[in-house]
């Protein structure tokens, strides 16, 4: 980012206000200080992670409002959105995308062979893509312009609001969103309208459960305040998700997510400690993300992100 943006960023957010959230699941205003963590673009601003005293759901609280938290994407080259790939961890994060969108719609299939799919974020549409080329009908979603636009250039039918979608469909996709929606209930409300009886709503979360998230705290570049609002494990997922008729199905591992989430958190680490050499942060990294990766492979609910497979059946 240019100074004269980085002045305007900083302008903007020295207005801001922040709003303090009820729990999500339960509804409870007890909440417990967790963690303090850095905003990794602009280290010298620090959010408090809360805990539900009630029902042990993470989240940012004081959060920035849902009109004003687009400055924080501003903030960087919010990595989904980029168009090319600079560093080492953008072209690794590149590498494991398509990876992970052959893998995502083998899961799919399995399930439902063919039919009708909504991505909701579907960022530059690559995982639309993937679908389409497997005869799937695709229907996308995704508020950041810039981001709609690459995925406009691939012909893919974005809409512009959820209520668009004129029909029901077999599979509602929200890989890596709902960790950024203010709106929680309402996108899921929405969403138990849009999906068929028996349909599949699938999500990919991190998870702050994982070896990974224990070993770097604060650090875990997954609680990356304040974009990301919840920090939920698979118990709160299935406390919230039935509250909506949605019955989690299975949860599935990421295979590269914990070494990328590593070689990030190292990253943060060292620029917080601003001493340990980086070589021992980077192996430090791969210890840390072999080992989390091995212990999902035997549980997939301590993966660093998790694939969470939920149908809904409307009673
Ligand atoms: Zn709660």
Aim: neutral net charge; proline residues 4%.
């Amino acid at each position: 980012m240019n100074p004269k943006d980085e002045k305007v960023v900083m302008e903007k957010k020295s207005s801001l206000t922040s709003e303090t959230p009820a729990c999500l699941i339960c509804g409870s205003e007890s909440k417990i200080p967790f963690l303090t963590v850095p905003n990794r673009f602009s280290l010298s601003e620090q959010f408090t992670v809360v805990k539900c005293a009630d029902c042990g759901l993470v989240y940012l609280s004081p959060r920035p409002s849902e009109d004003e938290i687009a400055v924080y994407y501003k903030d960087e080259n919010y990595q989904p959105h980029q168009e090319q790939a600079k560093t080492l961890t953008e072209r690794l994060y590149r590498f494991i995308r398509i990876f992970n969108n052959r893998y995502k719609r083998r899961l799919i299939e399995k399930l439902v062979p063919r039919g009708k799919i909504l991505d909701y974020g579907c960022g530059t549409g690559e995982f639309l893509v993937e679908m389409r080329n497997s005869k799937w009908e695709t229907y996308g979603f995704e508020p950041s312009e810039k981001a709609a636009e690459i995925a406009k250039s691939y012909d893919l039918n974005l809409l512009t609001q959820f209520a668009d979608l004129d029909q029901k469909v077999d599979v509602i996709t929200l890989w890596h969103v709902l960790e950024h929606i203010h709106s929680t209930e309402d996108l899921l409300e929405k969403i138990t309208i849009k999906l068929a009886q028996n349909g599949f709503l699938i999500l990919a979360l991190p998870n702050r459960e994982s070896y990974d998230a224990r070993s770097y705290g604060r650090n875990w570049v997954a609680y990356d305040a304040p974009r990301h609002l919840y920090h939920f494990t698979p118990s709160d997922m299935e406390n919230l998700l039935k509250q909506y008729n949605l019955k989690i199905l299975s949860v599935h591992r990421l295979m590269f997510d914990a070494w990328y989430n590593c070689l990030l958190s190292a990253q943060l680490e060292y620029q917080q400690a601003g001493k340990r050499h980086m070589v021992t942060g980077i192996l430090k990294a791969g210890v840390v993300a072999a080992i989390s990766s091995i212990v999902s492979m035997l549980n997939a609910r301590k993966s660093s992100s998790i694939i969470y497979i939920a149908v809904f059946i409307n009673q």
